[in-house]
């Protein structure tokens, strides 16, 4: 039995750790996906943001722009205006007019003329640009990857400047520094192995659960076997001696000549085996409390299921435990039955049995009592051992070997004289009311 829950241990970790490795590995996919995504968004937005400024160039006047012109109210009013959407959109670093001369690619207007001093001036070729610029001349387009220049690592959109015959005559280019674009993926990176944590810990803390619940089932089952293997050799012990004494007594039954002291035999003989059925009967039921697992139970229901097996009307039971549910073995029922009929039997000035509950602390008591003779001092322990059956029966030993099964406890407290008192007590977390269905913590 350890080594088949060893197993299941050994198979829930590598199940744990498989489950770390598939969502793991699949947030990395999601990051990088999400990441060309924010990269392809980017570069839209930079090409949509040139196309909007080319747009708002007039490109016959653009065509007149030559070296030497920076003083012109055509270059001043193209780099006031360029410099106008450059401060209205904080992402963007750079904006600039470039045309081809030859194979040459040169500057125009850049925006940063006369504001930085390495800014560009009419007709400075532009060295090393990336085929990507040459696109910007036909259609809108952007880089691929950072270009790094004298200016700096940047991500740039381009889109073709037209006169108004529609004829290409140079283009705009937006540059975004590469900060700003590293930014925006690490904050998705971010994000995403946030979210990654936050998953993880709250699949630890489920696995951890579970196997806190699997350890506690585990421990309750080899709690059971060990039980049961003990009651086997008590109960085995115990009818041996009742049938060697039952066998002794059918012996002298048959030797004795006379009635009565035959019929003296037969009633000893006839309560021997009586006591052989409830101790077999009792092994059932021990043996059905080592298969049962714990579940939610409302007490009102099953203590008001045992009341009528009293059958004595002139006892007036009151049963108010309310919406109350606890968390126990469904042997719970033959625990009430037990306090219930230990009264009956055991009262004798009994008129009146009352179920109810209190709470203690975080936990709840349970409490059955009555207000026949009560219980001497000296038995309020004694009552619930194995050993007192010989007075009371086994029933209160059993009840309490129920409800140890659940970690709930059980104590007489009654006065002697005035009436017993059964409390049973249950701790945190396994009690709830039911009309509102939540926990009490």
């Known amino acids: 039995m350890k080594s088949r829950f060893r197993n299941a241990r050994i198979l829930t970790i590598l199940f744990i750790f498989l489950m770390f490795f598939v969502t793991g590995f699949s947030f990395i996919l999601i990051d990088i996906t999400a990441k060309d995504a924010i990269l392809d968004a980017t570069r839209n937005d930079l090409k949509g943001t040139a196309s909007i400024i080319a747009s708002q160039i007039n490109g016959d006047t653009f065509v007149q722009i030559q070296p030497g012109d920076e003083s012109t109210p055509q270059f001043t009013s193209l780099r006031s205006t360029l410099e106008t959407i450059r401060q209205s959109d904080p992402s963007i670093r750079y904006i600039y007019t470039m045309r081809q001369n030859g194979s040459a690619v040169e500057f125009v207007v850049d925006a940063d003329y006369g504001i930085e001093t390495d800014a560009a001036i009419i007709g400075e070729v532009y060295p090393n640009f990336a085929p990507n610029l040459l696109t910007g001349f036909l259609q809108p387009s952007a880089g691929t990857e950072f270009i790094t220049d004298k200016w700096g690592t940047t991500l740039s959109g381009y889109a073709p400047i037209r006169d108004g015959s529609g004829r290409v005559v140079g283009l705009v280019g937006v540059d975004m520094d590469s900060q700003k674009v590293v930014g925006r993926l690490q904050y998705i990176s971010l994000t995403n192995y946030a979210l990654l944590l936050i998953i993880l810990v709250f699949f630890l803390v489920g696995a951890i659960l579970t196997d806190l619940h699997r350890t506690r089932v585990e421990t309750m089952i080899e709690q059971a076997i060990v039980k049961l293997n003990i009651l086997n050799n008590i109960i085995r012990h115990d009818i041996f001696n009742t049938l060697t004494a039952l066998i002794g007594y059918e012996e002298m039954a048959q030797q004795t000549d006379t009635m009565p002291e035959v019929q003296k ?26 298969l049962s697992m714990p579940q939610w139970l409302n007490v009102q229901k099953i203590v008001t299921q045992v009341v009528p097996v009293s059958g004595k009307t002139e006892i007036t039971i009151t049963i108010d435990f309310g919406n109350l549910e606890i968390f126990a073995n469904p042997l719970l029922e033959r625990v009430f039955h ?19 509950y209190e709470r203690s ?19 309020k322990d004694a009552i619930f051992k194995r050993q007192f059956y010989k007075n009371a029966g086994l029933g209160l030993f059993l009840a309490q070997e129920i409800l140890a099964m659940t970690n709930f406890s059980i104590r007489e407290t009654g006065e002697p004289g005035k009436g017993a008192r059964f409390e049973i007590l249950v701790p945190k977390g396994a009690w709830r009311i039911s009309n509102v269905q939540q926990m009490e913590t």
């Not at 101790?279 to 059905?288: H, L, M």
């Not at 975080?362 to 219980?375: C, F, R």
């Open 361 to 379: 602390g975080a936990g709840i008591i349970l409490i059955i009592e009555d207000d026949g003779i009560g219980i001497p001092a000296e038995e």
């Open 265 to 290: 035999k037969l009633i000893t003989i006839t309560a021997l085996t009586e006591k052989i059925q409830q101790q077999i009967t009792f092994t059932r039921d021990y043996q059905n409390l080592g």
């Open 338 to 356: 037990h306090l219930i009929d230990n009264s009956i039997q055991y009262g004798q000035t009994l008129t009146m049995i009352h179920g109810y």
